[in-house]
């Protein structure tokens, strides 16, 4: 070789060597993932809940070795609990700062205000937080579910009360997005089931609900089914109206720890629907149920979370956060991109279980595999008594009346 052959090859291999540090870094900068969540306002309580589901999943993930040979980074804002704050939030983090991916806020009056966000720019959004039926009906196509529908929250209390022989149900739900969808599915349940229905009633945010639980008194109903987001005030009229029904659900109040830590011996026996428990994380008595299956990995998510953030609640808000994120890990993975169309039809083939349990959508991005759980607070702790197969104990049933619940 010529000595200017051997210069020009010398040369190139020095090139490569100065470019390869540079090509190695660009490789290793973090997928940033975006996210509004409500850190404060009305909903800061759930919010918070799942938003620590979110930072364990990530930190987990990296702990792993991320994903796609990357380290992962979560981006998130605080949305104050407004919808319109969400929605101005997720335009910044696809727009102006460029986000690989995004994952959901809480709560689906949240997502449904800001869900035309990512379709607009045709980015997948796993909406972790929102429920509503109608987030996944609207024709759009880049957002995606994880809850059962908000309309299968109370079936459980519905087909416990039919399998016991009761015949009359009344029906009252809060006219928002969730809990009016919660009602409509509680009322088509019991139809279903052949139940007579006492009293459908529909009452605006902020309602008298004593003028409400009086039409519930005359109508005298075996079975109250309450989609409302203030089970605690609904509980205490109860008692001081003389109203006892066989059985009392509510939703979304009841499965927090303050709901009993407010009431004491007042919420016993009350139901409770939920999308996930701690308590799911154990066997059934005679190991009847393969719920490692179900759930994997939830119990060592339930350990790592009471490790990483020691004293705070862990509620079905925080597994869905981790799921919610584990399903666009897995996105990612499959995909084997971060290009928002190979992340799309990833997720529309997923099909398999999360530590929240089973994910699979529709091709309108509704959940079709999860189900939810219902409790009941039994001596102070919440007990899952259905479906039948996950529970460790039966319902106390009926509910005795007020008199002898102290």
């Known amino acids: 070789m010529s000595s200017l052959g051997k210069v020009l090859t010398a040369g190139v291999v020095i ?8 090509a190695v870094a660009e490789a290793q900068k973090p997928i940033r993932i975006g996210a509004s969540m409500s850190q404060t306002g009305s909903l800061a309580a759930p919010g918070q809940n799942m938003l620590r589901g979110y930072r364990l999943c990530i930190k987990h993930t990296n702990d792993k070795g991320g994903v796609l040979g990357r380290r992962t980074e979560l981006l998130v804002e605080d949305d104050q609990s407004t919808g319109k704050t969400a929605a101005a939030i997720y335009e910044k983090l696809i727009a102006q700062d460029k986000v690989d991916a995004i994952l959901g806020p809480y709560s689906s009056p949240i997502t449904e205000v800001m869900a035309d966000v990512p379709e607009r720019h045709r980015m997948p959004m796993v909406a972790a937080g929102g429920a509503a ?5 609207r024709g759009r196509k880049y957002v995606f579910g994880i809850h059962s529908p908000a309309e299968a929250y109370l079936r459980g209390l519905i087909e416990l009360a039919a399998n016991r022989g009761l015949k009359t149900v009344a029906v009252i ?17 019991a139809r279903k089931r052949g139940l007579q229905v006492v009293l459908d009633e529909s009452y605006p945010k902020g309602a008298d609900f004593r003028a409400i639980l009086g039409k519930v008194k005359a109508a005298n109903p075996e079975v109250l089914a309450a989609a409302s987001y203030e089970t605690v005030t609904v509980t205490r009229l109860l008692k001081e109206l003389g109203i006892n029904p066989q ?3 509510g939703t979304v109040e009841v499965a927090f720890p303050r709901f009993y830590e407010t009431l004491g011996r007042d919420g016993e026996f009350v139901y409770g629907a939920s999308q996930w428990e701690p308590d799911l994380v154990t066997l059934r008595a005679g190991g009847l149920v393969p719920i490692a299956r179900q759930y994997p990995g939830a119990r060592e998510f339930v350990e790592s979370y009471r490790k990483e953030f020691p004293g705070a609640e862990i509620s079905y808000h925080s597994a869905q956060g981790y799921g919610g994120c584990q399903v666009l890990m897995e996105a990612i993975r499959g995909a084997g991109s971060l290009e928002n169309e190979k992340m799309r039809n990833a997720i529309l083939k997923l099909d398999f279980n999360t530590v929240f349990g089973a994910f699979k959508v529709d ?3 509704l959940q079709i595999a999860h189900r939810n759980v219902l409790f009941q607070w039994q001596d102070g702790k919440k007990v899952i008594v259905w479906p039948e197969e996950l529970a460790p104990a039966k319902p106390r049933f009926p509910t005795p009346p007020w008199s002898q619940r102290q």
């Open 363 to 365: 091709p309108r991005g």
């Open 247 to 249: 059985m009392f659900g």
């Open 173 to 189: 739900y809060e006219d928002t997005l969730l809990q009016k969808s919660i009602g409509l599915g509680a009322l088509e349940q």
């Open 133 to 137: 039926t109608s987030i996944f009906t």
């Open 15 to 22: 090139l490569a060597l100065a470019i390869v540090p540079f």
